[in-house]
């Protein structure tokens, strides 16, 4: 059954760096888009990062200059580097490709 699953959220003081890494089984990786999203409590759910295929990447402005998303097609891994963390970078971050959602990792970063 094909499904993505994140790891690599935590806690971490402000200006610090987390690493997020989803891992796709299946079919789903295979030439898919990947991206992803953060949900903070009382918020809806936002894109953070989105790569194509090829590693064509798009940030959203929040989070431009600060994180990076990256991918590995061979072992079907999507990565976001995330540095200069922010209190309001705290959310459960989402790993999604063309038709599959992750469950989600929380990142919570103190002040």
């Known amino acids: 059954q094909a499904q993505l699953v994140e790891s690599g959220g935590g806690l971490v003081q402000a200006g610090g760096s987390l690493r997020l890494s989803c891992a796709a089984s299946g079919s789903i990786f295979r030439f898919s888009a990947m991206g992803w999203y953060r949900q903070a409590p009382g918020n809806e759910r936002e894109m953070v990062a989105t790569?194509?295929?090829?590693?064509?990447?798009n940030y959203a402005d929040s989070v431009k200059g600060r994180f990076t998303i990256s991918r590995d097609n061979a072992k079907k891994m999507v990565y976001l580097q995330m540095n200069s963390l922010k209190p309001e970078d705290t959310a459960v971050y989402y790993c999604k490709s063309s038709t599959n959602w992750g469950q989600g990792t929380q990142v919570t970063v103190s002040s």
């Open positions: 790569i194509t295929f090829g590693g064509t990447t």
